[in-house]
C-alpha cells in the first residue's frame, strides 16, 4: 500500500511537471554548455594560430637575409680551443665534416662514427643587414635549424613536417617558406595553448557546479510555482469530498485569479446548484407522497378490518400492510435524506433494545432472547434508534430457522448492538449490496413475506447520523456507537 501511495504520489501533476522542466532545462544547458567550450576553445585556438602566424610573419624579413659560413675556432674561457674536429687544440675545422657524419654538417653531438667522437663544427648565421636587424645572436644549432633570440621563432630547412620543438596539442604552429640566400627555407612560429587551457580549466570550474546548481533552482522554483497554482485546485477537492446528500448547501471556494481553475470552481458551483434543486425536489415528492398516502392507506385497511372475513380479505390486507409500511419508510427515508435535526438525549441502549426486541411479530414461532448487559448509556434519539432495532429484529426474524439474538454490551469503549439468526445468512459478496435501497436477495420468497428492501438502508442511516456503523459481520449485523462521555 504504501509503495502504491509512493508511485502515485510521483505520478503526480507536480513530479510531472518539476521532472519535464528540469530535463528540459538540463537539455538546454547541456547542449549550452558544449557549444560554449566548443566555440571558446576554437576561438582561442583561432587567437593562438593567428598570434603564431603573426611572429612568423614578422620574422621572415630577417629569416631572408641568413647566411651561413665557418668561422675561426674560439678560445673558450677555460683555456681549451673551441670547434675541435680531431680533438687537437687550435686546428681549424674541416668544412667537410658534415658530409663525414651523414650529410649533416657537424652531425649530432656526442655520437660514435666509425669508432670516433664527432664534435659538431662551429658555424655562425650571419645576417646580410647589419647586426641590429636580427634579434639577439643566431646560430646555426646542427647543420639544419636556426633558431632566433626568441624561443618561440624557428628557422629550418624546408620541410614538410613541424619539428618536435613544437610538441602537438601544447603549442599552436605557423610556418612560412622564405628563400634565404642559401635556398628555400621554413620559419616556424609556435604560441603555447597553456593560457586557452587554463580558461577552459576556469570555465569547467565555473559549469560543474553552477548547472547542478541552476538545475535545483529550476526544479524548486517550478515546484513551487506548480505547488502555488494547484492549491486552489486541492481546495476545490477537499470542498467536493465533504459535500454530501445531506449537505449541498456547501460550495467550493472560487480563487480570486480569473484563470482557468476559477472558471472550473465557478462551473463546479453552477452544478452543485443545480443537484442541490434536484435533489430537494426529490427529497419534497418522496415526502409529499409517503405523507398523502398514509391517510388512503390507514382508511382502506381499517375498512377491510371491518369487512366480513374471507380469503380475498385477507390478502387484500396483507397488502396494505406491506404498502401502509412502504408508506412509512419513504417517508424515513426523505427525513434522513433531508437532514433534519436531530433530537438528541441520553439513553440506555439495552432498554431501547428491549423494547423493540419484544414486539410481536409475523413470525410468533421464532423465538427472541435478549442478552442485554445495563447502564451502556449513549446519546442519541430514541425514536430513531427504536426505529434501527425494530429493522434489524423484523430481518432477522424473517430469515431464521428458529432463534434470534440480541445483545447489547459495552465493547472497547463503544455501546455495541448485536443481532443473529440461525438462518441461513448473507453470502460473502452481498454483506454490503444489502444496504442498497430497495434490494432483495431472495426472490424467490413470497412478496407478502419479504420486505421492500428499505429496511436495512434505514437502519444503516440511522447509524450514521449518531456517529455509528452498521455492518455485518459472522452471523449477523453489528451496530456501534460512541458511549457518553464522562
Not at 494547484?230 to 477537499?238: G, M, N
Request: no cysteine; proline share 6%; glycine share 8%.
Amino acid at each position: 500500500m504504501r509503495r502504491a501511495e509512493g508511485w502515485a504520489g510521483l505520478s503526480s501533476v507536480r513530479w510531472r511537471a518539476t521532472a519535464a522542466a528540469t530535463l528540459v532545462v538540463a537539455l538546454a544547458l547541456g547542449v549550452a554548455a558544449l557549444v560554449l567550450v566548443a566555440v571558446l576553445r576554437g576561438s582561442l585556438v583561432d587567437s593562438a594560430d593567428a598570434e603564431a602566424a603573426r611572429k612568423a610573419t614578422a620574422a621572415v624579413p630577417y629569416a631572408e637575409t641568413l647566411q651561413l659560413k665557418p668561422v675561426t675556432p674560439v678560445e673558450r674561457t677555460d683555456g681549451k680551443a673551441d670547434g675541435k674536429a680531431d680533438g687537437k687544440p687550435g686546428e681549424k675545422p674541416d668544412p667537410t665534416a658534415g658530409e663525414k657524419t651523414g650529410g649533416k654538417t657537424g652531425g649530432e653531438p656526442g655520437k660514435k662514427t666509425g669508432g670516433e667522437e664527432a664534435v659538431a663544427a662551429p658555424v655562425e648565421v650571419v645576417p646580410a643587414r647589419p647586426a641590429g636587424a636580427v634579434q639577439g645572436e643566431v646560430r646555426l644549432r646542427d647543420g639544419t635549424m636556426a633558431r632566433l633570440a626568441d624561443p618561440d621563432l624557428l628557422v629550418t630547412k624546408k620541410a614538410a613536417t613541424a619539428p618536435a620543438w613544437a610538441e602537438p596539442g601544447q603549442y599552436a604552429v605557423a610556418a612560412i617558406e622564405v628563400a634565404t640566400v642559401d635556398g628555400p627555407a621554413m620559419v616556424w612560429s609556435r604560441v603555447s595553448l597553456e593560457g586557452a587551457e587554463q580558461a577552459l580549466q576556469t570555465l569547467y570550474g565555473v559549469l560543474l557546479p553552477g548547472v547542478p546548481a541552476l538545475l535545483a533552482v529550476v526544479a524548486g522554483m517550478t515546484w513551487l510555482s506548480v505547488n502555488r497554482a494547484l492549491d486552489p485546485v486541492a481546495a476545490i477537492r477537499a470542498k467536493v469530498a465533504d459535500i454530501t446528500a445531506r449537505d449541498l448547501g456547501q460550495r467550493v471556494p472560487v480563487p480570486r485569479s480569473k484563470d482557468e481553475i476559477a472558471a472550473l470552481a465557478t462551473t463546479v458551483n453552477g452544478t452543485l446548484d443545480r443537484l442541490e434543486t434536484a435533489v430537494e425536489r426529490h427529497k419534497r415528492f418522496v415526502a409529499d407522497a409517503a405523507h398523502e398516502l398514509r391517510s388512503p392507506i390507514a382508511t382502506l385497511r381499517a375498512r377491510l378490518e371491518l369487512a366480513a372475513p374471507s380469503e380475498l380479505t385477507k390478502e387484500a390486507l396483507a397488502d396494505v400492510e406491506r404498502l401502509q409500511s412502504l408508506a412509512a419508510d419513504l417517508l424515513m427515508l426523505a427525513k434522513l435524506d433531508a437532514g433534519e435535526p436531530l433530537r438528541a438525549a441520553e439513553l440506555d441502549l439495552g432498554q431501547v433494545a428491549a423494547e423493540a426486541a419484544l414486539r410481536a411479530r409475523r413470525r410468533p414461532e421464532v423465538r427472541v432472547e435478549l442478552d442485554v448487559e445495563p447502564d451502556v448509556v449513549m446519546h442519541g434519539s430514541n425514536a430513531h434508534l427504536d426505529r434501527l432495532v425494530t429493522n434489524l429484529v423484523d430481518n432477522a426474524v424473517r430469515h431464521a430457522a428458529s432463534t434470534v439474538r440480541v445483545r447489547v454490551a459495552a465493547e472497547e469503549g463503544a455501546a455495541v448492538l448485536k443481532v443473529r439468526d440461525d438462518g441461513p445468512g448473507i453470502p460473502p459478496g452481498q454483506r454490503e449490496a444489502v444496504f442498497d435501497r430497495f434490494t432483495r436477495l431472495d426472490e424467490a420468497r413470497a412478496r407478502d413475506a419479504g420486505g421492500a428492501g428499505l429496511g436495512l438502508p434505514i437502519a444503516r442511516d440511522i447509524a450514521h447520523l449518531h456517529d455509528g456503523s452498521l455492518v455485518y459481520a459472522g452471523a449477523g449485523f453489528v451496530a456501534r456507537f460512541p458511549l457518553r462521555e464522562g
